[in-house]
């Protein structure tokens, strides 16, 4: 039986444990994708902020096409489509990266797909990947939580070589619920407390109730670290550490807010059996047959539909 390095939902009490495993996986040289600077920013506070990385013509391609997929989500699979917990909203889809080519590109884009490899210092391949929609006036909140901990807990990802990019889609302002994140929280693992009952994700991808973190371990965190909220224009891109801390507010703003999400996950950190759930939530959340990546360059509108 595979060492849980991490166990939670376990015990009566939460815990702060040690980070077992690295941040940044590679040392850097100077043809990484990233500067020294970033790499050692990425380490220190678990998150980094990329801006310029498309040109203003990728941007509208992918935003175009993400508009179609919300006006028409008949052409997707039903069960990937989750939706607000108290309307009709579209909040995600899921696995768009094997619905779609324009994101699939996308997702195996160098100059995403290779930070990934660089920051793991592995082959990657695609854990789980959606588009995130955050409607005006409208769209809900999601709860402080880690990542990781429900990966590893109810997918089976034993490490933490795992890593989340956030492409904006349309411009995420101080106002209409940006991702918040806790900065430096990711060298703590905070275990939750409550077993994961049959079918969670039947719930939590609407409204999280097992796998959050406790009021007091977070007032801590906050008091040691801070929050930070990144903001940015359409194409920024924002990646975080499996592990940190992060959540959001809810938009009461008449501006929307969405993104198109790739988590990345080393090929050498498979999933196994769940740590703390009584089965796998399925392939469509949690990819248990990996493809690696080969990053691929050029323009992401040539390969838009016509």
């Not at 009490?13 to 020294?36: F, G, Y």
């Not at 995600?92 to 920051?119: C, K, M, V, W, Y």
């Not at 991808?205 to 371990?217: A, F, H, T």
Request: hydrophobic letters at 35%; glycine letters at 6%; a negative charge.
């Amino acid at each position: 039986m595979t060492l849980d390095y991490y166990p939670s939902r376990c015990r009566p009490q939460p815990e702060k444990l040690p980070r077992h495993d690295r941040v940044v996986h590679s040392e850097w040289h100077p043809d990484a994708p990233l500067t020294r600077a970033q790499a050692e920013q990425f380490e220190r506070d678990g998150y980094l902020v990329l801006e310029n990385l498309f040109a203003a013509e990728e941007i509208e391609a992918l935003q175009a096409e993400t508009a179609g997929l919300l006006a028409d989500p008949t052409r997707l699979e039903p069960q990937t489509i989750i939706r607000e917990p108290a309307s009709d909203e579209v909040r995600s889809i899921f696995r768009i990266h094997t619905q779609n080519p324009l994101i699939r590109r996308l997702a195996e884009d160098s100059r995403l797909a290779g930070i990934a490899q660089f920051l793991l210092n592995d082959q990657v391949y695609i854990h789980q990947s959606r588009l995130n929609y955050k409607p005006g006036f409208q769209g809900k909140e999601f709860y402080w939580h880690s990542d990781f901990e429900t990966w590893h807990v109810e997918d089976g990802m034993p490490r933490m070589r795992a890593l989340s990019m956030s492409v904006l889609l349309a411009e995420n302002t101080p106002h209409n619920g940006p991702l918040m994140l806790i900065p430096g929280s990711h060298k703590t693992f905070l275990t939750c407390v409550g077993e994961a009952p049959e079918d969670h994700y039947l719930s939590s991808l609407r409204k999280q109730e097992y796998g959050v973190p406790d009021d007091l371990s977070l007032a801590e965190m906050v008091e040691q670290h801070g929050i930070v909220a990144p903001t940015g224009k359409a194409g920024t891109v924002v990646i975080f550490d499996c592990n940190i801390m992060h959540g959001s507010n809810g938009n009461i703003t008449p501006l929307p807010r969405a993104n198109a999400f790739m988590v990345y996950n080393a090929v050498s950190n498979p999933l196994q059996a769940p740590f703390g759930a009584p089965a796998p939530r399925p392939e469509f959340i949690a990819t248990r047959h990996p493809e690696p990546i080969t990053p691929v360059t050029g323009a992401l509108k040539e390969t838009a539909p016509a």
